[in-house]
């Protein structure tokens, strides 16, 4: 009897420590998350495609106050794939957009892609 009351402790103890142990793990979300959430949803909205693929380049600071966040997305749309460089520029205090720049990989190196401002 007094194994089975034992074994029955250790058993709850066990399954409650693991219990804890899970729900105390928290990931935290890069600070780019937003912006690759934004490029994902302009980039849907402006070819009609799905994306297949995503990663975050970079950002840097292209003059004082105004930040960048570039992203690459692979492209499907029938059997067409091809990549889309996005890169959104913002205000670093207010993070409201200013401007958003498509440009397709591939096209000739004169073509500076697509841009629109957000006033």
């Keep these: ?9 250790l058993f709850v103890l066990f ?3 693991l219990g804890v142990s899970g ?9 780019y998350a937003k912006w690759g959430r934004i490029a994902m949803q302009e980039t849907a ?20 106050g105004i930040v960048s966040e570039s992203f690459k997305l692979i492209l499907n749309s029938g059997t067409r794939q091809f990549g889309i460089k996005v890169q ?9 957009i200013t401007q958003i ?3 397709e990989e591939g096209k ?3 073509s ?4 629109y401002r957000i006033i």
């Design 88 to 96: 959104i520029w913002f205000e670093q205090e207010s993070e409201r």
């Design 45 to 64: 909205k402006r070819y009609r495609a799905d994306i297949v693929d995503y990663k975050h380049l970079g950002r840097k600071t292209d003059r004082p």
């Design 112 to 115: 500076a892609g697509s841009r």
């Design 23 to 31: 729900a105390n793990v928290v990931i935290a979300e890069p600070d």
């Design 1 to 9: 009897m007094k194994i089975g009351i034992r074994a029955l402790v």
């Design 108 to 110: 000739p190196s004169g």
């Design 101 to 103: 720049q498509f440009t």
């Design 15 to 17: 399954s409650y420590g």
